[in-house]
């Protein structure tokens, strides 16, 4: 769908230039999604692994494979492709279809209405849950017995909502020390 040298701006690597290649494509179809431009796959046209490759700046030393959701395709050619540049790649993903490609980082963002695979909950580095309501916290926690002792664990306002849910996860998160807060810094730096 798109390509692009930014700033990450959730989770564990916030603050970190990377590189985003946002693929189309998503059937997951969260009503509070930023990028509801993704989902229809048919309007964003593949573009050749070779040419992704060839875009990325040469001092880029992280690439994050995001969407839509990302692992509706393939992703091995891709990531063996990024890994021959030596570059760190990272993945942020719902975690909802089976597991392709090879990650240096792996965000699980599990959504209600199609829960991850197994795999991805092994494979998490770290867990973030989007905070649009109070029974998102009883998700977080159900969700968070699912991953490994050693996955970070992070609570991340939806946009529209953070005035409301804010003060609910500070709340949350004294009593609960083992999560942190994840916001959105792109959109307070009103960047990409």
Known sequence: MEAFQTIQGEGYHQGKAAYFIRLGGCDVGCHWCDVKESWDASEHHPTPIRQIIKSIPENSKRVVVTGGEPLMWNLNPLTQALKSRGIKIHIE?????????????????????KLPVPKAYRLANELKVIVYNQSDFHFAVKQSKKVSSGCLLFLQPEWSKRSLMMPLIVDFIKENPQ??????????????
């Open 93 to 113: 993903t719902s975690g909802a279809y089976s597991i392709s490609g090879s990650w240096d980082w792996f965000c699980l963002s599990p959504k209600r209405r």
């Open 179 to 192: 999560w942190m807060v994840s916001l959105q810094i792109h959109k307070y730096l009103e960047i990409p």
